[in-house]
C-alpha cells in the first residue's frame, strides 16, 4: 500500500487532450468524475465556464481522486474538481505541492461499504468479516471511510484480504462473489447496493467523526500564477450551486444527468444525497476557515497508523487557500 501510493503522489500520467498554457490564459484541462452529478455540470455544459474565464476549458473525467494527483503532477491538469479528502492528504503527505481552493460537495451517504447480502452480516454482528476478501479504491475517500469502520467494528487490517479496486470494479467483483464486501461512491456504490447492505448508514458514520467530503484542488503553483483564473472559475460553480437550489428541476437535472453519464432516476437519487456548501460557510470556520485542515491532519494520521503513508505534515493549514474563493465571494 506504501509503494502504491507513493507511486500515485509521484507519478506523471501521459494523457491525450489540451495542455495549459498558464502564462498566456489560452486553455485550461480540468478533472472531474463521470457518475457524480454536481451542479457544476450543468455550467459544463452551457459553456459558462469558458466565458467566464475567457479561454477554453477541456474536461477529463478520472476514476480515483489519486488519479487526480498524478495528472496534476504532471501538469496534464489544471484544476481538479470534486477531489476526495483522502487522496488530497495522500499527495500532500507525499511532498506534492497541491491546495484546496473550496469545498464541492458533501456526501456521507454517497461513500461507504457494502456487505454481500449472502453473509447476513450487518454493524451488530461486523466482526464476521475479519479474514474477509474486501474491494477498496486506496487512497480515495472510501479508502478513509473503510479503515474508520473496522477501528470502530475492532476488524484487524491484517486479517482482511484487501484489494484496490476503483467502485465499479468493486461492484462487479461484488456482484460475481468475487469479494466479500466492497466500499466505493457514486455509481459504484449504487451497483455495490443490489447485491448487499452498509454496515453504517451517513448519520451514523457523522456521528462517529467519519465526514465525507470532496474539493477542489489546484497545484500551489497554478494558483499563485493564476488566481484570478481560479477565482472566476470557484464562482461559476458557485452560481451553479445557488441555482440548483433555487431550481432543482427534473429539467435541470436532465442536463446534469447527462454530463455526468447517468440516467435520470439514478443522477436524482444519487444528488439527493449531496450538500453544496454556499461560499459564506465555505470561509467559515467549519470548513475551510479552521475545521478542514483539522480534518485532513486526521485523516493523514489515520493512514499513518494503518501503514498507508509514512508519514504525515505537521499541519495542513498552508495546504488550505481561501484567497481565491475570498475573491470569488466579492465578485
Known sequence: MKTTFSI?????????????????????????F???????????????YDEALGMKVNWVSFDTGTAM??????????IAVSQGVPPFVVAASGGQDLQVVDVAVSYSDNDNCVVSTGLEVDKDNAGELAGKKVAVPLGTAAHYGFLRQMDHFGIALDSLQVLDMAPDQGAAALSQGAVDFACGYG??????????????????????GILVFDVTSAPASF????????????????DANAAWYADPSDEN??????????????AKSAIATMKFPSVEDQLSQTWLGGNAATFMKGVADVFVTAGSIDSALGSYENAVNTGPLQAASEM
Open 8 to 32: 500515485l503522489a509521484a507519478a506523471a500520467v501521459a494523457m491525450s487532450g489540451h495542455v495549459a498554457l498558464a502564462d498566456g490564459h489560452e486553455e485550461i484541462t480540468v478533472a472531474y
Open 34 to 48: 463521470l457518475e457524480w452529478p454536481m451542479p457544476m455540470m450543468a455550467a459544463k455544459a452551457s459553456g459558462a
Open 69 to 78: 494527483s498524478a495528472a496534476m503532477a504532471s501538469g496534464d491538469v489544471q
Open 187 to 208: 455509481g459504484g456504490l449504487s451497483r455495490m447496493k443490489e447485491h448487499g447492505n452498509v454496515l453504517l448508514t451517513g448519520d451514523e458514520k457523522e456521528t462517529l
Open 223 to 238: 494558483i499563485a500564477e493564476n488566481g484570478d483564473v481560479v477565482a472566476k472559475f470557484l464562482k461559476v460553480t458557485a
Open 253 to 266: 437535472l436532465a442536463v446534469i444527468a447527462e454530463q455526468a453519464g447517468m440516467d435520470l432516476d439514478a
